[in-house]
């Protein structure tokens, strides 16, 4: 069966510019969640989503990231007002449920120039 | 603050010896797992070992676990050259939702 996607693999942007970062996740897959990985670096948690709860965003590092998800299934990660440091690879995982094993997409990297 | 540390940092080694990786976390957890990442790519689950096991094999991988002392450690016998990457250790917390990633060990497995 397909595997969790991620669009679009690269984005070249501008300072300033909003981007948006799409994930599908594996079918039936209930719990969502989304990283950043900067060069050489782990992982760092951003948000995530389980069912119909309220998304746990303890991870967004400023107001100017946001994300949701509709219909229990597609996500999209929102930067606004991009800044450099924002420069990462996005990584998009889902799991049956809370805890159990994430499976990963191939990420997004951005690149805020 | 980092909830899972692995050690060593970057660990080189020859073709056909063992890799052991280790980590060790603070706060009391529901499983602990191991993700590989290869260069460029995405993230590979390798095992997953719960609270309440202390030893786990999957293959060339041998998994412990010490609830004790807060560590697990990653066996990998008889190591090839596409065993080359990043490894990293994964609590779940037991209080929280989500993992926490521990920021990996860089393993090289020379020909």
């Known amino acids: 069966g397909a595997g969790v996607s991620q669009s679009p693999s690269n984005k070249v942007t501008e300072k300033g510019k909003d981007v948006e970062l799409r994930c599908d996740p594996i079918?039936?897959?209930?719990?969502l969640y989304w990283y950043r990985q900067s060069l050489g670096q782990g992982l760092e948690f951003l948000i995530y989503f389980q069912g119909n709860s309220a998304p746990d965003k303890s991870g967004l590092p400023s107001d100017r990231f946001s994300a949701e998800r509709t219909g229990g299934s597609v996500s999209t990660l929102t930067i606004q007002r991009t800044q450099q440091e924002d420069s990462a690879v996005y990584l998009c995982?889902?799991?049956?449920?809370?805890?159990?094993?994430?499976?990963f997409g191939p990420g997004t990297r951005l690149l805020v120039l | 603050s980092q909830q899972g540390e692995e050690d060593p940092q970057a660990l080189s080694i020859q073709e056909g010896e063992n890799a052991t990786m280790n980590c060790s976390y603070k706060?009391?957890?529901?499983?602990l797992q191991w993700y590989r990442q290869n260069s460029g790519r995405g993230l590979v689950h390798l095992i997953l070992i719960r609270s309440n096991e202390r030893e786990k094999h999957s293959g060339r991988l041998r998994v412990t676990l010490d609830t004790s002392k807060k560590s697990s450690s990653l066996l990998i016998t008889a190591s090839r050259a596409a065993d080359t990457a990043s490894y990293f250790c994964v609590t779940l917390p037991g209080s929280a939702r989500q993992l926490t990633f521990g920021s990996g060990t860089q393993l090289t497995v020379l020909p």
């Open positions: 079918s039936g897959h209930t719990a």
């Open positions: 706060t009391s957890i529901n499983n």
């Open positions: 995982a889902s799991s049956t449920t809370a805890g159990e094993t994430q499976y």
